[in-house]
């Protein structure tokens, strides 16, 4: 079998995966139309390459306002690799205490909102402090992580307490330990990763959900949409719309931060 027919075959083991998990993310989704509901918003963070799920949930075609993407440049401003602002940096950022307090600080949390935490080992202290720091505040947390690679994973917490810790929900992309997934005749390291097909396609089954239910409480989303689908007049109106609404939507993240309530 050639290579490029293994890694199809290891897609369609994490499609299955992902099937089996269809009642979290109803749930999921259940919690995050609810915080889209009441006027707020979902928190997404990821760092490293996590960050790519969070851009895939919104914005892009097909997505819509309602979701808060926390991208810090940091913690995933990695494509220089080396020198300034490197791979090596970014690494050690997201193993530093108390950074994520202070990018939540920048938000006035409610217990309205949801999040969605990504990191493929869950064991990282930036996206766990997130996820625990979301809990404080009586957010519910959606973690999406690889199973199998966390269980092996050693937390950089000195706890020991991983994402999933502090997690109400878990996710898994259905990747292998390790995440490459194809081994090379006479390379000794496998290559070709799979959790960010399954990462997507959870971010993305959860995205159809949550539409369908906002649609279903008559509050049907503004869906950022291609001109050769709805038209060039429509779809300039879905754009400005649904930035305009995100707008208002971060407004209120920023309304009360600071002052006693």
Aim: hydrophobic content about 45%; proline content about 4%.
């Amino acid at each position: 079998m050639s290579l490029t027919r293994q890694y199809i075959q290891r897609t369609h083991d994490i499609l299955a995966t992902i099937e089996q998990q269809e009642a979290a993310i109803q749930q999921a989704a259940q919690w995050f139309s609810q915080t889209i509901l009441a006027g707020r918003m979902v928190h997404l963070f990821g760092s490293g390459h996590s960050r790519i799920m969070v851009e895939e949930m919104w914005p892009r075609y097909g997505s819509f306002p309602g979701f808060n993407p926390i991208v810090e440049l940091s913690l995933s401003f990695h494509n220089l690799v080396v020198g300034a602002n490197g791979q090596r940096q970014a690494m050690f950022l997201e193993n530093v205490a108390g950074l994520a307090a202070r990018i939540l600080r920048n938000y006035d949390l409610s217990a309205q909102d949801s999040a969605l935490i990504i990191s493929s080992s869950g064991s990282n202290v930036v996206p766990i402090e997130m996820a625990e720091i979301c809990q404080q505040n009586g957010i519910k947390v959606v973690a999406l992580i690889t199973r199998q690679h966390a269980e092996k994973s050693i937390s950089k917490r000195p706890d020991g307490k991983k994402l999933s810790d502090f997690a109400d929900l878990v996710l898994d992309t259905g990747a292998p330990v390790g995440d490459a997934m194809i081994a090379v005749p006479g390379l000794d390291t496998p290559v070709s990763p799979g959790s960010t097909v399954g990462g997507a396609i959870l971010v993305n089954c959860i995205k159809a959900e949550v539409a369908r239910l906002l649609t279903e409480a008559g509050q049907p989303p503004n869906v950022l949409s291609a001109a050769n689908v709805v038209g060039a007049d429509r779809a300039v109106t879905l754009f400005e719309s649904a930035y305009d609404e995100h707008a208002h939507r971060l407004a209120k993240l920023y309304e009360h931060v600071g002052k006693e309530r």
